[in-house]
């Protein structure tokens, strides 16, 4: 496997009666056998089962042509490509395409309109030529109002300057095969689309045509992607359940939450490339997880985002003293490419004898490590994932590793991982506010 996951600092071996006990976690054998059976039998239906989102290292590969396909339409129209979605629409894609943009792909620039600000949105356009621009609108439902919204403004102004049909050839769509406003726009328009499978949810969708249309279309690997998202997910079914290293940090997560009061989850990875993978974990885990099941205590821990070295100089303080309510996750790079050894004069190595013969890399291995058994030492519990290289195959082998945990902790929890009722609440809410908003304004209009 890519990654190497160690679980030892969870336990109390390490981190005494603030981690898990072995005695424990083989008391929870059971319900992690069940857990394990119900999603390997599940996914036997591929697309077509509850957990379907997890197949998708699999069952896209026949779909595989076609994204290519387009991706090379994308990069032969334009040089910016503009990628409107929000949520579990944009944030594994945003990922992705961060980890890896400095590993020259010859695609497009991408740019990604997912909040809403008006000012943003305004200086993008400044900066794009029109002639140059492609628009690849990606939201499930197909009518997300931030999404809409953005990419009616988008649309207007390409039309504006190349005039309607022009513009219609340098669109692209990714949405639900059959509904949604932006379906019924892709058939009057006949904008080419690609559609999200229906029984994959936004934040579990990013080995779709949701991630996988701009990351190719920006030159990513799609291919090793989905290998190393095949080759976790591989490893997660095809044992025996205490040889799933998923459900393992699954059981982990969950104890710690739901029996020893762990509420916040830190993940803290040592390598910059990630910095937005973790922002896709914190959606993931937040979405799937923050649930109530009628008379149960609510599930989920807080998912925080922190990032080695930097909130050493910041968090850390608050992780090593506070109270105790934290669990962690590192994420370290064991091989650094275009490493330095650092340049030091006679007199630069007399004041720094310490720094003599080393390189960078060495000095965030070292502040990882101490990072780590500070934390270990203040008797926090602490998983580090290590990872060889970032790549697409690595990527991809993280991605389907935190979507599995994710929803094997949620069958832990006894909840429904895959639904947001409250997000769904929420807008709903926003469009009856508008709804008000836009009565008011019209009779301030008719104002003297
Ligand atoms: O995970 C989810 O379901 C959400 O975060 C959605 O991805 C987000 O709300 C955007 O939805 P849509 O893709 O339908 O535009």
């Known amino acids: ?73 994308i990069r032969a129209t334009c040089r910016d490509l503009v990628v409107v979605g929000i949520g579990g ?97 892709a058939r009057e328009e006949n904008i080419p689309s690609l559609a999200v499978p229906p029984s994959v949810g936004g934040r579990y969708s990013v ?16 291919d090793a992607l989905l290998a190393g998202g095949r080759e976790l997910a591989r490893i997660c079914q095809d044992g025996h359940f205490d040889a799933n290293p998923a459900l393992e940090m699954a059981a982990l997560y969950y104890l710690l939450d739901a029996e020893q009061g762990k509420r916040i989850s830190v993940m803290m990875p040592y390598v910059n490339r990630l910095r937005l993978f973790v922002d896709w974990y914190c959606q993931l885990w937040a979405e799937s997880l923050g649930k109530t099941r009628a008379g149960t205590t609510p599930a989920g821990s807080l998912p925080v985002r922190a990032m080695g070295a930097v909130d050493q100089h910041s968090q850390l303080q608050m992780y090593l003293e506070s109270r105790n309510d934290k669990m962690f996750t590192f994420i370290e790079l064991t091989h650094w490419e275009d490493d330095a050894v650092i340049p030091l004069g006679a007199a630069d190595r007399e004041q720094y004898p310490h720094l003599h013969h080393k390189t960078v890399a060495d000095i965030i291995d070292a502040e990882f490590r101490a990072t780590r058994e500070a934390i270990t030492e203040a008797r926090h519990p ?50 009856r506010y508008l709804q008000t908003r836009k009565r008011l304004a019209e009779l301030s209009d008719i104002r003297p």
């Open 89 to 185: 629409s944009s944030l594994g894609t945003k990922a992705i395409w961060h980890a890896l943009h400095g590993h020259p792909p010859e695609g497009p620039r991408l740019h990604f309109v997912e909040n809403v600000d008006p000012y943003d949105l305004k200086l993008l356009l400044a900066h794009l030529v029109p002639q140059d621009t492609a628009l690849l609108c990606i939201s499930k439902s197909g009518g997300t109002l931030e999404t809409v919204v953005q990419f009616l403004v988008l649309r207007d102004w390409l039309a504006g300057h190349l005039g309607a049909d022009r513009a219609r050839r340098q669109q692209w769509i990714v949405t639900d095969p059959e509904q949604g406003w932006l379906r019924a726009l």
């Open 207 to 222: 080995l779709s045509a949701v991630g996988l249309l701009p990351l190719a279309a920006s030159g990513v690997d799609i």
């Open 382 to 431: 602490s998983l580090t994932i290590e990872i060889p290289a970032v790549n697409a195959f690595v990527l991809g082998s993280l991605i389907e590793l935190y979507q599995r945990v994710t929803v094997y902790t949620g069958l832990l929890y006894g909840i429904n991982p895959l639904d947001q009722p409250s997000v769904e609440k929420g807008k709903r809410i926003a469009i």
């Open 1 to 73: 496997m890519a990654l190497a996951i160690r679980t030892d600092n969870m336990y109390s071996d390490a981190v005494g009666d603030q981690g898990i006990s072995p005695t424990r976690m083989d008391a929870l054998a059971p319900q992690l056998k069940a857990v394990h059976t119900r999603v390997v039998d599940d996914l036997a239906q591929g697309l077509a089962g509850t957990y379907g989102c997890l197949s998708l290292s699999a069952t896209m590969l026949p779909e595989l042509e076609r994204i290519h396909a387009t991706a090379a339409a």
